[in-house]
């Protein structure tokens, strides 16, 4: 089959809806609870009655959407392709993707391959349609969480050093390689992840139009731990094909974890801790699976069902490279290392317990790392030697 065509556009704008609809139930669930506990008279008499109108309102404003995202597709069948659509989608799987129904596209039931936005199938009449040009060196590029593959794309902004060409065609020019864009569902396990891309690898192999003779995985922040993950599981598992994939590259990923999803578990269990603050506690509970592994950098099952130690070093053939950026330009200082870039700090990032070439660049924060020139001449200088 051909990438996906746009009537399946409109099954995922539906399923966004759908999503949004059970989000904001949930959270006014949560709310009457605490309102509930904090005045019970009030709510028996008067307040359960508004909370039930709201939840109508709600549910008819859902049918509402879903009849207007129908009829945009219809007669509009890009606006799938809007980035505000499109962050819009990646927030809300990696938010609270396991607390609704998983329906069509913007729910992922499976991770994806996505060439300009459309899913590409995995049979090797699919790939040789999308990838004509299908070089023996395939690089895959994950991205991270509340994020989608059109992440990576920006606009020119020679002020935020942005040469508004996408790391996976510049690697393409430049090494050469062929690129290949992955969408997976963020708010998900990052072990959960991990397996779906081991199995997509291996379908990705088998049905390549060229012979694969190298493998390049690049992550994002999550995006290098779910990476990780897979090429820890295809080793466990001895995959064959896993000899192929030569190198591993983590931008900005939190290896051992992130300070600030340590700090909402924290806040969240002194919030529980209380009769009149535990529905707040519950509030902050609604946050993803994957989100709550980033606390720790969890990559294997074992360490998230039974709290279990693992070992995840990779195996000896496959080289990683971690790149790790701060606000600060200088690289040893006390804000660096306390803020790092904005989300994860410069130790976790370069995780000296894992053997890695290393990389540090100061004065970027997080997200610079998707588009930012010297990211990509580091990317480029370390896949050329």
């Known amino acids: 089959m051909a990438p996906e065509e746009t009537p399946t556009v409109g099954g995922e704008l539906d399923a966004g809806v759908h999503l949004l609809t059970d989000v904001v139930t949930g959270v006014l669930g949560t709310v009457e609870d605490m309102h509930r506990t904090l005045a019970p008279d009030a709510h028996r008499l008067v307040a359960s009655r508004v909370y039930d109108a709201v939840r109508v309102g709600v549910l008819a404003g859902g049918a509402v959407l879903q009849l207007a995202a129908r009829t945009t597709v219809r007669y509009a069948p890009t606006v799938l392709d809007a980035r505000g659509v499109q962050r819009a989608v990646g927030f809300a799987n990696g938010a609270f993707a396991e607390h609704a129904e998983a329906r069509g596209g913007a729910v992922p039931a499976t991770m994806t391959v996505r060439l300009d936005g459309r899913r590409v199938d995995l049979d090797r009449g699919s790939l040789a349609a999308a990838y004509p040009s299908a070089s023996g060196r395939v690089v895959v590029l994950l991205h991270g969480l509340v994020e989608t593959d059109r992440s990576w794309f920006h606009e020119a902004d020679p002020e935020k050093a942005r ?176 803020v790092g870039d904005g989300l994860v700090a410069p130790s976790s990032a370069a995780d000296p317990s894992q053997t890695a070439d290393v990389r540090w660049l100061g004065g970027m924060h997080h997200f610079d790392l998707l588009h930012h020139d010297a990211v990509y001449a580091a990317l480029l200088g370390w896949l050329r030697s």
């Not at 598992?237 to 600030?260: D, E, F, I, Q």
């Not at 709290?307 to 690289?331: C, H, Y």
């Open 163 to 338: 040469s508004g060409t996408d790391f996976g065609s510049g690697l393409a020019a430049d090494l050469p390689c062929t690129p290949v864009y992955v969408r997976y569902n963020t708010g998900r396990h990052i072990s959960d992840n991990g397996q779906e891309l081991v199995d997509l690898l291996g379908e990705l192999i088998e049905g390549w139009p060229a012979p694969v003779r190298e493998v390049v995985l690049v992550g994002h922040s999550m995006g290098g731990l779910v990476a990780r993950s897979a090429v820890h599981q295809a080793n466990e598992r001895a995959l064959p094909w896993l000899p192929k994939v030569t190198r591993l590259v983590c931008l900005g990923s939190p290896h051992t974890g992130a300070p600030l999803e340590r700090g909402v578990v924290r806040l969240a269990g002194v919030l529980g801790g209380f009769a009149a603050s535990a529905p707040l506690g519950r509030l902050l509970g609604l946050r993803s699976d994957g989100i709550k592994d980033l606390a720790r950098g969890r990559l294997h099952r074992d360490q998230w069902d039974g709290g279990r130690s693992v070992d995840t070093v990779l195996p000896a053939g496959v080289r990683q490279f971690f790149l790790a950026v701060t606000l600060s330009r200088a690289e040893g200082s006390l804000w660096s290392r306390l």
